[in-house]
């Protein structure tokens, strides 16, 4: 197992991903704003997001001391937006439970609203070179053709076998350089080589040992999950529209979109003044299609929690990206109607 760790190590060194704007810095803060924002998100969409998250709020107190209004304002369009919400709180537990600094315990650090144990553990590893390995699910497919589990990836039984392993593959004494290109290592493994489909042996540096290869088994493993049935469900958003200002009401704190500013949304069709081009969102668990419909004769049913907002104004808010996609479509017809009354 220590060979793995070195493998992993010296690989990482010679052709592991760098520049990332996260990297070359063990500040746990900006190292913990990139954990959340990687979990479940692509390295390239997150890259934009963080570096103008880090322009408006450069330090935990900044991100503690601002409102939930401002901080979902800035994950607009990145997804999952549970995470947006634990980020302030966590901010405000560092602030106001660890003094504004991140503990190096990684017990501590998953006390945090919204870091699991892996996310915990990344973070001690990348910023104080503590030495204990990361479980996440590009790893857990390492870990499962490495060792030759006949296993899907996912469950708590799965993870109870696999975290001793992983705990066996750090030694004791590595370095705090060790433990960041060992952390980096097993993600950019699961990202570039180790791949979910058609991996790239051919260059992996733990291969000549990983038992799925010589078993010929890299294509099929971890054993597939068993499908479950998506569900679509269906939505009708109301885009009340008063000249150059819309409607927005703020959406409750649970369910999805929670906190967000979004259009009123009706269970069945109402009368429309334009119905827009209906389309499809998908969720983790679920499809929503979601058809647009745009009210120019009459006013909101409800005016409760919801404010008239112009449209340049409106994408500031904090909004999901299919309620962003809508108010993008109509300043675009608004552009070409006022173009077509110009000529």
Same mark, same amino acid.
């Given at each position: 197992?220590?060979?793995?760790?070195?493998?992993?190590?010296?690989?990482?060194?010679a052709n592991?991903?760098?520049?990332l704007?996260?990297?070359?810095?063990?500040?746990?803060?900006?190292?913990?704003l990139?954990?959340?924002m990687?979990?479940?998100?692509?390295?390239?969409?997150?890259?934009?997001?963080?570096?103008?998250f /880090?322009?408006?709020?450069?330090?935990?107190?900044?991100? $503690?001391? #601002?409102?939930?209004d &401002?901080?979902? !304002?800035?994950?607009? =369009?990145l997804?999952?937006y549970a995470?947006?919400?634990?980020?302030?709180?966590?901010?405000q537990?560092?602030?106001?439970?660890?003094?504004?600094?991140?503990p190096?315990?990684?017990?501590?650090?998953a006390?945090?609203?919204g870091?699991?144990?892996?996310?915990?553990n990344?973070?001690?590893a990348f910023s104080?070179?503590?030495?204990?390995?990361?479980?996440?699910?590009?790893v857990?497919?390492?870990?499962i053709?490495y060792l030759?589990l006949?296993?899907?990836?996912?469950?708590?039984?799965?993870e109870k076998? /696999?975290?001793?392993?992983?705990i066996?593959?750090?030694? $004791?004494? #590595?370095?705090?350089? &060790?433990?960041? !290109?060992?952390?980096q =290592?097993?993600?950019?493994?699961?990202n570039l080589?180790?791949?979910?489909?058609?991996?790239?042996?051919?260059?992996?540096?733990?291969?000549?040992?990983?038992?799925?290869?010589?078993?010929?088994?890299?294509?099929e493993l971890?054993?597939?999950?068993?499908?479950?049935?998506?569900?679509t469900?269906?939505?009708?958003?109301?885009?009340?529209?008063?000249?150059?200002?819309?409607?927005l009401?703020?959406?409750?704190?649970?369910?999805?979109?929670g906190?967000l500013?979004s259009?009123?949304?009706?269970?069945?069709?109402?009368?429309?003044?334009?119905?827009?081009?209906?389309?499809t969102?998908?969720?983790?668990h679920?499809?929503?299609?979601?058809?647009?419909?745009?009210i120019?004769?009459?006013?909101?049913?409800n005016?409760e929690?919801?404010?008239?907002?112009?449209?340049?104004?409106?994408?500031t808010?904090?909004?999901p990206q299919?309620?962003?996609?809508i108010?993008?479509?109509?300043a675009?017809?608004?552009q070409?109607?006022?173009?077509?009354?110009q000529?």
């Amino acid at each position: 197992m220590e060979r793995f760790f070195q493998q992993i190590v010296e690989w990482q060194l010679a052709n592991g991903r760098k520049g990332l704007p996260w990297q070359e810095t063990a500040d746990p803060y900006r190292i913990w704003l990139s954990e959340i924002m990687l979990q479940q998100t692509q390295v390239s969409s997150v890259i934009a997001y963080y570096q103008k998250f /880090l322009q408006t709020f450069p330090t935990v107190y900044a991100l $503690a001391n #601002a409102s939930i209004d &401002e901080v979902l !304002a800035h994950w607009s =369009g990145l997804g999952y937006y549970a995470r947006a919400r634990n980020l302030h709180k966590a901010a405000q537990m560092v602030v106001d439970t660890f003094d504004g600094k991140f503990p190096s315990d990684p017990n501590l650090l998953a006390s945090l609203p919204g870091v699991g144990q892996s996310t915990a553990n990344a973070i001690a590893a990348f910023s104080y070179g503590v030495t204990v390995p990361i479980l996440d699910g590009n790893v857990k497919r390492l870990m499962i053709r490495y060792l030759g589990l006949q296993e899907s990836v996912g469950g708590t039984a799965q993870e109870k076998k /696999l975290w001793p392993i992983a705990i066996n593959q750090v030694p $004791a004494d #590595a370095t705090h350089r &060790e433990m960041i !290109a060992y952390t980096q =290592g097993v993600m950019d493994m699961g990202n570039l080589v180790c791949k979910r489909t058609k991996p790239q042996c051919q260059v992996c540096p733990v291969a000549a040992s990983c038992q799925a290869y010589h078993a010929n088994q890299q294509d099929e493993l971890p054993l597939p999950k068993p499908k479950k049935t998506v569900q679509t469900k269906r939505a009708y958003l109301c885009i009340y529209q008063n000249k150059d200002q819309i409607w927005l009401e703020k959406r409750p704190d649970s369910g999805i979109w929670g906190g967000l500013w979004s259009f009123p949304e009706e269970v069945d069709v109402i009368e429309a003044s334009i119905n827009l081009p209906v389309f499809t969102h998908v969720f983790t668990h679920f499809k929503l299609e979601i058809s647009p419909l745009l009210i120019t004769n009459m006013p909101p049913k409800n005016t409760e929690n919801g404010n008239w907002f112009l449209l340049e104004d409106a994408l500031t808010q904090g909004v999901p990206q299919p309620v962003r996609r809508i108010i993008e479509t109509i300043a675009a017809m608004q552009q070409d109607y006022r173009l077509q009354s110009q000529n």
